[in-house]
């Protein structure tokens, strides 16, 4: 049973058809199980909303985009932000300057890997990239 760790960078890649974007549909279309931490949901909404208040006349793309979303989410398996893995973030690569939002992604998918070693992480983000 394959497994992936959905990361938003990757997601969003996807989404917007941006470089990459066909190799992480390719993978979750592969994959027997996708995973992510439920901070996705929050990003990729919040980057709808950022680029429909940037790109007012985009509606209809926007519409579009929205719908693939909803049709993605009953497909993942989504680890919740829990006091573990808030803990685990704040310390969570020391010598980094990995941001917040990143750090509690990366603790989700060290924490789904204890539990499942061959997990794969899909991300862009180089500096959770770097910490892997």
């Known amino acids: 049973m394959s497994a992936v760790f959905l990361e938003t960078s990757a997601l969003l890649r996807m989404l917007f058809g941006e470089e990459g974007g066909d190799l992480v549909a390719k993978r979750l279309q592969e994959a027997?199980?996708?995973?992510?931490?439920?901070?996705?949901?929050?990003?990729?909404?919040?980057a709808l909303?950022?680029?429909s208040l940037d790109q007012p006349g985009s509606h209809a793309p926007l519409l579009?985009?929205?719908?693939?979303l909803?049709?993605?989410?009953?497909?993942i398996d989504f680890?919740?932000?829990?006091?573990?893995?808030c803990d685990r973030a704040g310390r969570i690569a020391p010598r980094s300057r990995l941001r917040s939002l990143d750090a509690i992604h990366l603790?989700?998918?060290?924490?789904?890997?204890e539990l499942d070693p061959k997990i794969e992480i899909l991300t862009f983000d180089q500096r959770i990239k770097k910490e892997i």
């Open 32 to 46: 027997d199980r996708a995973v992510a931490s439920r901070l996705i949901r929050v990003e990729a909404e919040r």
């Open 49 to 51: 909303i950022r680029i």
């Open 64 to 68: 579009e985009l929205e719908r693939e």
């Open 70 to 75: 909803k049709r993605l989410w009953p497909k």
């Open 79 to 85: 680890i919740e932000v829990t006091r573990e893995i």
């Open 107 to 113: 603790a989700t998918y060290f924490r789904t890997r």
